[in-house]
């Protein structure tokens, strides 16, 4: 495994690699981490939904925050593009490998593409009808109404919280090349966001429409204004907090 320090400048390295990409290979690489987040986020509410009825609902919420990684590791493993991953390019900014333009754009591309793939696949999650038992409706109505809940301040707190933990799963995968190390580094902060119950941008993009879809009142401004403020707090855990830190420690004097 890298060191340290050498995870700092292989993550710049990365960076250079993905504002590079071409528009069109960045939007779909982006569309297929939406639909990977998706898969592990319906994983999620397939467990905890089988314990609703029961005295247990947080033995399914801990089960659940086992499977939701899967998405994680289809984007680390397979490759492609997730918004709140993206975020870390802003260590290369801070190192001076490229501009800041690129950056905003590689996200801005990055954040849309995740939205579409996230859709596609609740359009095609609704029409399979697998979706439509009751447990898991109620689970999907019951998380999406909390989502939308929540204050402009609470949400983006949130996402601060969320983006520290899965930016962090991202750049410690930096770390290694062997599978085995790529997964625990992605697995364990990821299974603790889940686990903590902190706002995950492009998870928000899959629960949000999919509740609408099953039948709930959330209107589209409602999902607009909890995937703001999670979309901000996400950008400063992960992009500010994170690659500022060890810009600081390691990179700042090479």
């Known amino acids: 495994m890298l060191s340290p320090k050498e995870i700092a400048l292989e993550a710049c390295f990365v960076g250079e690699n993905k504002v590079s990409k071409k528009i069109n290979v960045l939007f779909i690489s982006a569309m297929l981490a939406g639909m990977y987040i998706a898969f592990g986020f319906y994983g999620y509410i397939v467990v905890s939904s089988g314990f609703s009825a029961t005295n247990y609902t947080f033995l399914g919420k801990l089960l659940g925050a086992m499977v939701f990684p899967v998405g994680i590791v289809l984007v680390i493993v397979a490759g492609s593009d997730l918004f709140t991953g993206n975020c870390l390019l802003s260590l290369g900014y801070f190192n001076k490998r490229y501009q800041f333009l690129p950056v905003l754009k590689n996200l801005a591309i990055v954040w849309l593409g995740n939205f579409l793939g996230a859709v596609v696949f609740v359009v095609i999650l609704y029409y399979s ?47 290694t090349k062997s599978i085995s190390g790529k997964i625990l580094s992605a697995v364990l902060p990821v299974f603790l966001f889940v686990l903590s119950g902190f706002e995950h941008c492009v998870a928000n993009m899959f629960i949000l429409p999919l509740s609408s879809l099953l039948g709930s009142d959330i209107t589209v401004l409602q999902m607009f204004e909890n995937l703001i403020p999670v979309t901000i707090g996400n950008i400063i855990g992960g992009g500010i907090i994170i690659p500022f830190s060890y810009y600081f420690i390691f990179v700042r004097n090479r």
């Not at 439509?132 to 909390?146: F, H, L, R």
């Not at 989502?147 to 962090?168: P, T």
Request: charged share 15%; hydrophobic share 50%.
């Open 129 to 175: 009808r697998i979706a439509e038992t009751i447990d898991i409706g109620q689970t999907v109505a019951s998380i999406a109404q909390n989502k939308v809940s929540l204050g402009f301040i609470e949400a983006m707190m949130r996402g601060i919280l969320c983006n520290i933990a899965v930016s962090l799963a991202v750049y410690m995968s930096y770390s």
